[in-house]
């Protein structure tokens, strides 16, 4: 099984901007979904981004469209998610996913790799 490990959260600002990454220890080029969702304290943990690898064929959540981006690194088996514009609400840890059996790739359930997590707090 595919192993995660997120990196980059921390604290900032509201305007501010983030860049977390999610290093894999597989080829992501033969991972077919990789996502990133969040949880806030006493919230559902919700799926914001995700990607094709191959295709490259990207996906976002509504509350972050337009403001977050995921990228993929083929050289270094990374998934980024780039934040920008980000707002309290956008407080929360932040998770990796990969391995989805089905092509539902904001939906958590369909994820079979989970990485550790990330805190981002954003401050007003």
């Known amino acids: 099984q595919v192993q995660l490990v997120e990196s980059g959260g921390g604290s900032v600002q509201a305007g501010g901007s983030l860049r977390l990454s999610c290093a894999s220890s597989?080829?992501?080029?033969?991972?077919?979904?990789m996502g990133w969702f969040r949880q806030a304290p006493g919230k559902e943990r919700e799926g914001i981004a995700a990607?094709?690898?191959?295709?490259?064929?990207?996906y976002y959540a509504d509350s972050v469209k337009g403001r977050f981006t995921i990228s993929r690194d083929y050289n270094k088996d990374i998934v980024y998610l780039q934040m920008d514009s980000l707002t309290p609400e956008d407080t929360a840890m932040y998770y990796c996913?990969?391995?989805?059996?089905?092509?539902?790739?904001?939906?958590?359930?369909?994820?079979?790799?989970w990485g550790q997590g990330t805190r981002v707090t954003v401050s007003s």
């Open positions: 597989k080829l992501i080029y033969d991972i077919n979904f």
């Open positions: 996913a990969a391995d989805a059996s089905r092509a539902s790739p904001l939906i958590a359930e369909v994820y079979n790799a």
């Open positions: 990607v094709h690898t191959r295709s490259g064929n990207d």
